[in-house]
């Protein structure tokens, strides 16, 4: 089955803090996937590294086969995410 997201090892900090740590999973296409956890728990990070908004300290990402760092672009053209805090004008 194809995946759609890969995420391998992936490390990301703020600074001192750790917000992920090591963490890996993988979903196939067609797939409904929701991404739960408590506040700070990395989620945001995660979700902004996939659409290639934040570098990663280690580890690795693929969305739709594409690399964030890379083809950022791309990716947010075939992804739909909706931000908690949108950047608008005021």
């Not at 090591?22 to 659409?51: C, E, H, T």
Request: charged share 25%.
């Amino acid at each position: 089955m194809i995946e759609v997201i890969s995420v391998k090892n992936v490390c990301k900090r703020f600074g001192k803090r750790t917000v992920l740590d090591n963490v890996s999973l993988k979903v196939p296409s067609g797939v409904v996937f929701a991404l739960l956890g408590d506040n700070g728990a990395g989620k945001s990070a995660l979700i902004r590294s996939m659409l290639g908004y934040t570098k990663l300290n280690s580890g690795s990402i693929s969305v739709c086969g594409l690399d964030p760092l890379k083809q950022p672009l791309e990716i947010r053209r075939k992804v739909g995410d909706v931000s908690d805090a949108p950047g608008l004008y005021e």
